[in-house]
């Protein structure tokens, strides 16, 4: 009788377990690789999209000019304007589309009295533009992804590798 439960109970123990995969070490080539698959993906992707946005500048009557950052801007020489200091203390806020003209939040994002060198979670391409402009000037941000949300959006109404255009205001 022992010997059955003893045996019953292994049964059940060895019907419990799973076989776990065994997966082989990863190599610093596979991990090259995947790299540069994503870096050259990157490299279309941006390419593809500043073909995009220069198309549809042309279609525009407003002028755009491209910054050194890779972002256009509705102002001539704007990244050649004098930077304020990074201990400025500035207040913005700024509107979200798409390309299709559609604004994608109703309320503006922004902030107050925000130094310069201290921004919080912002985009790149708007931090850029700030240091660049004067206080009460608006300006339009033509933007490609890299620069915006990226490949993950912002997890609500901007989905991944949306181009954007922002229209941006410092208040002081």
Wanted: include cysteine; proline fraction near 5%; aromatic fraction near 12%.
């Amino acid at each position: 009788m022992k010997k059955i439960i003893l045996f019953s109970t292994f049964l059940a123990l060895a019907g419990c377990q799973q076989k776990q995969e065994v997966y082989a070490p990863v190599s610093g080539s596979s991990v090259k690789q995947k790299g540069a698959a994503s870096q050259e993906r990157a490299k279309n992707l941006n390419k593809l999209e500043r073909e995009q946005i220069q198309d549809w500048i042309a279609g525009q009557k407003e002028k755009f000019y491209p910054t050194s950052m890779n972002y256009w801007v509705n102002r001539e020489n704007f990244s050649e304007r004098e930077k304020s200091p990074e201990e400025t203390v500035v207040s913005y806020g700024y509107y979200i589309s798409d390309f299709s003209g559609i604004q994608l939040y109703d309320q503006p994002k922004g902030y107050r009295d925000v130094p310069l060198s201290k921004f919080p979670t912002e985009l790149t391409a708007v931090e850029d533009a700030l240091k660049y402009m004067n206080p009460g000037e608006e300006v339009t941000l033509l933007v490609p992804s890299v620069l915006a949300y990226g490949t993950y959006g912002d997890g609500e109404k901007i989905t991944n590798d949306i181009p954007l255009i922002i229209t941006l205001k410092r208040i002081k």
